[in-house]
Every structure is written in structure tokens, then in C-alpha cells.
């Protein structure tokens, strides 16, 4: 059973920063091998991909979130993170890791695994 725990989600004002950070468990290979994603979701909106990491460490962002945040990934210890700067309160929503077992920039494909979600919310 493949598992992902977010964490790191608060609240901030505008300009703000959060990291947050995404512990994986149970896979039956290494993470690395998989698109490690992180998408959000706020009241009323479809959830929507903000940024992705491929097995080749090619990563990828939504425009809204470009040159703000940034993917990354700790393979020793099967966490991703994901390093939100200049935080605006669009930014606000659940956000969410996940695993897929494949991507291309921003199009995903394949079996796929959800982490419960982490909250951030930015105010004005």
C-alpha cells in the first residue's frame, strides 16, 4: 500500500513563505522512479497541477506558480518537497502530493497514488 503523508501547511500573509513536504512509503520501487507531483485545490475550483518532478529530475511548473515555488525531492529519505515563496492570497487551497508513473511536463498518465491533502492559506 503506497502512502503520502503531506505536512508543512499554515497560514501566512501576503509575500509569505512555506515549505511543504510530502514523506512516501510502501513502494513496491524506489520514488524516483515515479512523477512526484503536487497539485491544489480551493473552495469551488477544480484541482490543478502546480509542479512536477520526473524520474530524470526534469521538473515542471504551472505557469501561475513560475519562479515562485519550486519541487524537490529528498530520494534517501522518499520525501518531496515543495518551496512556496511570495505567497498571494490566490495561492490558497488544499494541496496535495502525489505519485504517478508517469508525466510529461504537466500531463500525467498512468497508475496514481494521493497523499490526504495539506492546507495553505494566505492572507491579504
Known amino acids: 500500500q503506497v502512502q503520502l503523508v503531506e505536512s508543512g501547511g499554515g497560514s501566512v500573509e501576503t509575500g509569505g513563505s512555506l515549505r511543504l513536504s510530502c514523506e512516501a512509503s510502501?513502494?513496491?520501487?524506489?520514488?524516483?522512479?515515479?512523477?512526484l507531483s503536487w497539485f491544489r485545490q480551493a473552495p469551488g475550483k477544480e484541482r490543478e497541477g502546480v509542479a512536477a518532478?520526473?524520474?530524470?529530475?526534469?521538473?515542471s511548473y504551472a505557469d501561475s506558480v513560475k519562479g515562485r515555488f519550486t519541487i524537490s525531492q529528498d530520494n534517501a529519505n522518499n520525501t518531496l518537497f515543495l518551496q512556496m515563496n511570495s505567497l498571494a492570497p490566490e495561492d490558497t487551497a488544499m494541496y496535495y502530493c502525489a505519485a504517478f508513473e508517469g508525466c510529461t511536463g504537466l500531463l500525467w498518465f498512468g497508475r496514481n497514488y494521493w497523499g490526504q491533502g495539506t492546507q495553505v492559506t494566505v492572507s491579504s
Open positions: 510502501g513502494y513496491l520501487s524506489s520514488p524516483s522512479t515515479y512523477c
Open positions: 518532478i520526473d524520474s530524470d529530475g526534469s521538473t
